[in-house]
C-alpha cells in the first residue's frame, strides 16, 4: 500500500521538506499490526470470520496506528506496548467503520462489499461490538489504567459525534456543529492514537498534551479531506461509494463553501438537494465550481498548526519527529 500524491493538491504542497519517508520506517512495525489485529478477530463463526478478514485484509491506509507508531518512536515508549495500542486504535476505527457503513446506507469499503451486505444487520451490529470489545482488550493489555480511559472516553467522543451527524441531516450545519461533528467521527480518535503513543512515552506532561493536540489537528483536517473526496475522487479509488454524503443528506465542508460561494441560503439548498434530479447536479457543481478544493485549502490550515504544535513540544526534533509531520502532510496530501 503506498499513498499517493493526488496530482490536483499537488501544487499546494507545503513548502515543508519532507525529507523523510514515514511509511517506509514504520513497515515492518505495520505487518506485525496486521498479523496482531488478525489473530485478535476471530468469532469462531466461519462465515463472519471470513468476512471480517476480508475488511482486514482489504487494508486501509493504517494512518492512525502509524500516529501511534511515530509517537511512541519519538517518546522513547516500549515497542510492545505501542503495539498492543496500535492495533487497538486500528481495530476500534474497523469496529467504528462496519457501523458507519450500516448508517450511512454504504455498499461497499475498502475495495469490497460492506460486512451488512453480506450478513443480516442485526449480526452486523453485533460483529462491530465484538470488535469494539477486542479493541478494548488490546487497549488494555498496555497495562496503564490512563490508556484504557482514552479509549473508553474516544468510544464516547465518536458515538457523539455519529449521533450529532445523525440528528443534523437534511441540515445546513453551522461551522461550530460541522467541527464538532468531525471532532467526535474522527479528530477524537486521532487524538487518541498520539495521546496514548506518548502516555506510554518517556516524556512530561506538556508533551503529552500537544501530542494530543498534534493529533486532534490531523483528525479534524483527515475528516475534511474525507468531506472533499467525497465529491472529488472516485467510488474505484476510495474503494466505498463517492458522492455519498449529500445523497443521504449530510452537509460538510464543501458544501458550505458552495452555499458560500454562489450566495444560497440553507433553505433553498436543502430544497435543492431533496429532488433526486438536481442532487446529482449539485453534487457536480460542488466539484466543477472549485469549493472541494476551498475545503483542502482549509485542511491544510490545520495540518499547518499540527507541524507548529509539534516543533513547540519537540525542541530537538528526531527522525521520528521528522516523520510525523511527513504524515501529517499526507493526510491530506491524498485522493484516497
Ligand atoms: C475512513 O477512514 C473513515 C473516516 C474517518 C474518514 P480511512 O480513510 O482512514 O479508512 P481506511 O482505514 O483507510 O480504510
Ligand atoms: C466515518 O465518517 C466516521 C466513523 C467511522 C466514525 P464517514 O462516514 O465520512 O466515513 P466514510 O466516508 O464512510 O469512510
Ligand atoms: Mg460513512
Ligand atoms: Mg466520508
Redesign the pocket.
Known amino acids: 500500500m503506498t499513498l499517493a500524491t493526488s496530482p490536483v493538491v499537488e501544487q499546494k504542497r507545503s513548502t515543508t521538506p519532507l525529507k523523510f519517508s514515514w511509511l517506509e520506517t514504520i513497515q515492518g512495525d505495520l505487518e506485525k499490526l496486521t498479523q496482531k489485529i488478525r489473530s485478535a478477530s476471530f468469532l469462531e463463526d466461519q462465515l463472519l470470520d471470513a468476512a471480517v478478514q476480508m475488511i482486514i485484509e ?7 496506528p502509524a500516529v501511534t507508531f511515530l509517537v511512541g518512536r519519538a517518546t522513547n515508549a516500549s515497542f510492545e506496548n505501542i503495539l498492543s495500542v496500535a492495533a487497538s486504535v486500528e481495530l476500534l ?2 469496529a467504528t ?1 462496519v457501523h ?1 457503513d450500516l448508517v450511512d446506507n454504504a455498499n461497499e ?2 475495495g469490497v462489499p460492506t460486512l451488512h451486505q453480506q450478513i443480516p444487520l442485526g449480526i452486523t451490529v453485533l460483529t462491530g461490538d465484538f470488535l469494539f470489545a477486542q479493541a478494548a482488550a488490546l487497549a488494555a493489555e498496555a497495562d496503564n489504567v490512563r490508556v484504557v480511559k482514552v479509549f473508553a472516553d474516544t468510544l464516547v467522543s465518536i458515538v457523539q459525534g455519529e449521533i450529532l451527524q445523525a440528528k443534523t441531516r437534511w441540515q445546513v450545519p453551522s461551522m461550530d456543529i460541522y467541527e464538532r461533528r468531525i471532532y467526535g ?2 479528530a477524537a480518535l486521532f487524538e487518541a492514537a498520539a495521546l496514548s503513543g506518548s502516555i506510554l512515552g518517556d516524556v512530561e506532561e506538556d508533551v503529552i498534551q500537544a501530542s494530543a493536540a498534534f493529533g486532534r489537528e490531523i483528525g479534524l483536517a ?2 475534511i479531506v ?1 468531506d472533499a473526496l467525497d465529491f472529488v475522487s472516485s467510488t474505484e479509488k476510495l ?1 466505498k461509494p463517492a458522492g455519498n454524503d449529500l445523497r443521504q443528506g449530510i452537509i460538510t465542508l464543501p458544501a458550505l463553501k458552495y452555499m458560500e460561494a454562489q450566495e444560497i441560503t440553507p433553505k433553498e439548498f436543502i430544497e435543492t438537494i431533496k429532488q433526486p434530479e438536481l442532487l446529482e447536479h449539485v453534487i457536480n457543481e460542488i466539484r466543477e465550481t472549485g469549493a472541494a478544493r476551498l475545503a483542502f485549502d482549509d485542511a491544510r490550515l490545520y495540518i499547518q498548526r499540527a507541524e507548529k504544535i509539534l516543533y513547540t513540544a519537540f525542541q530537538t526534533p528526531t527522525p521520528a519527529v521528522e516523520h510525523l509531520v511527513n504524515l501529517a502532510y499526507s493526510a491530506i496530501d491524498r485522493d484516497f
Open positions: 482489504g487494508g486501509g491506509k493504517r494512518m492512525r476505527h474497523t467503520l458507519d469499503r475498502r467521527k474522527t483527515f475528516q474525507d474503494g
